[in-house]
């Protein structure tokens, strides 16, 4: 057994933050599953969506619609679709942590490394994306409450210092 | 609060908390390396947390989940029973420490009516949305913190998924879901790294004991509906990813004419990451008289409003009309002496709960470099730490504001390791008494016209409603 050590304060929340942004072009986007990955509004068609993503370590890109249709502008380079997606993880998590998350070269500034980021095309988890994407959104659907959620005593709203 | 009882205070941990802490570090350490590799150092702290409660009516679960922990066999009944004992080791301390509180800021406290000493249980028989949580939180204790890889992190969601369209569930959903999110953040460690291993057990005994059959569903019975004056001091902000929650402390004179109570009201949402800082309030825009009232600094006429024991209201707006324009520190300086606190239930009592009303004046905001950067106000020599990582980002109460204070309405808040520090609610300009900053100022809307002007530009509540009502009600 180590020796114990029992760590912060207990009621210091642990994820860190994320930043507000503009939602319209890229209305979801994570770090999950080893992928940076996401929804893209698509620039012409009202109601189509992209669902990008990019793998860590491999770089792998994937880029279709939210009915499986690939992508047409992906080659070797990102698409404007992925371009989007990484400009708004950058913005939503910080480039920093996007590259780590990545496993982009840690020789190179984050910006760069992120910017000059290519890979091998490979089919997305684009139906899981997805559905996650609709998870997400159902937060927003589910009614508060007034009783009192004493658990939130461990989650205490703070700032970064 | 005197200088004196706040010395006092600060210099001494009551009898016995010491001893409580290293008997949950012990388990702690059991939960770091998980139940199914507890070895002879986990062995013997298990053992010495029977022989702890081997006089309370825990003893004899406790000492069967240990014996089952020493041969091999941690699930069934095992979890639950240990945290049914790290969660009496913290209310004895929280006990202690409230008791101390109270001391020191004169405070008198009602008692808990016979009928609310022993929670009643849940509606009666197993609620299968329980069982997916109770088997997820099994395997986190099995596997230990150290232990726990991206799959096992990532079934947080599975848990969640049948108890977050039940709102008498939310208490558990919520938690679950904060936790998920840290585990996701963090798991699998990095070989070195160590565990926050006090706040992951925290959390895990507190989820394992909401996810049991017997733990009640919703927030019980009101004890009865309470009609009068209701002056906010202030509000306690708390986030995290998917969840938003406002309490609002508050003194309530009955309109019988009874003595003045501390009372709290919540008002909660559940959120995602990206709505954060100033699009926060928007959340709870269906609470405009309460969130009015703070935003506009007036006092609330409430009439029939269910008070639940503990001391909290069941907010209803329809039951709560603006008073008066109210000054929180006068409210503060008239009441806070007197005002009788409300009784703590059984389940509730933990350290981290404590959140008692404070109205500090006359010290001096000191910064600090060491250890960490910091902010101590001084009281005649008095050094009470300010928990800075308790200044709420949706709003304008923060270091800078705090460290130029003369005043403040506060909570006393303790911490194991830390001990007692005060959470500012409110702040008084030193050199102009009359400019206040709160942390519920940005209710209706941000003050900062940056953050105001930010808002109107991104509107991102408004554009992820739009999507969800498009996408999710075809
Ligand atoms: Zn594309």
Known sequence: ?161 | MLPARLTELLDSAPPGVEEALELTDGLDAVLADGLARPGAQGTAALEDLAAATGSTPLAASVRAAVDAVGSGRPTGPAPAALAGARTALAGAVHDALLEQADTALGRPRDDLPESAASPAGGAGGADPALEGARSWLAELAVAGWRGIDRDLAAGADAALAPLLEDPSRRRLAVLIDGLGAELRAHCPLSGEADPPARRWSDLWARAVLLAQDASPAGPGAPAEEVSGRLLPLGADVHEHPTAFQVQVHAVLEPSGGDPARLVRAAASAPKVDVLTRESLWGLLAGHSVLLGALAGHHALEVAGMPLLHGGDLLWDDERARPGEPADRFAAARLHLEDALAPAVPPLERHPARIAEPVLLEGYAAKKKRSPAPGLDLDLDGTRLPVSLHRLPESSSLDLKAAAASGACIGLMRWDAGTGWSVQPLGVAAKKAPASQTHTADWAMGPTDPKYASALKKTDPLGTLRERAGRLLRK
């Open chain 1, 1 to 161: 057994m180590a020796p114990h050590a029992p760590g912060p304060p207990s009621t210091v929340p642990l994820v860190p933050p994320v930043h507000a942004r503009k939602l319209t072009k890229v209305p979801y986007v994570e770090l999950a599953d080893g992928r940076v990955q996401g929804v893209v509004s698509s620039g012409s068609a009202g109601e189509r969506v992209y669902v990008s993503s990019v793998s860590a370590g491999s770089h792998a890109l994937s880029c279709a619609t939210n009915n499986n249709r690939p992508c047409g502008g992906l080659g070797g380079a990102p698409c404007k679709h992925i371009r989007a997606l990484l400009d708004e993880a950058r913005r939503h998590y910080g480039a920093e942590r996007v590259a780590a998350y990545l496993r982009l070269d840690p020789d190179q500034a984050p910006e760069a490394a992120l910017s000059a980021l290519s890979g091998p095309v490979e089919p997305g988890p684009t139906g899981v994306v997805f559905t996650r994407f609709l998870r997400y959104l159902s937060y927003l659907e589910l009614p508060g409450t007034t009783a009192p959620l004493p658990e939130m005593h461990w989650f205490p709203a703070g700032r970064a210092l």
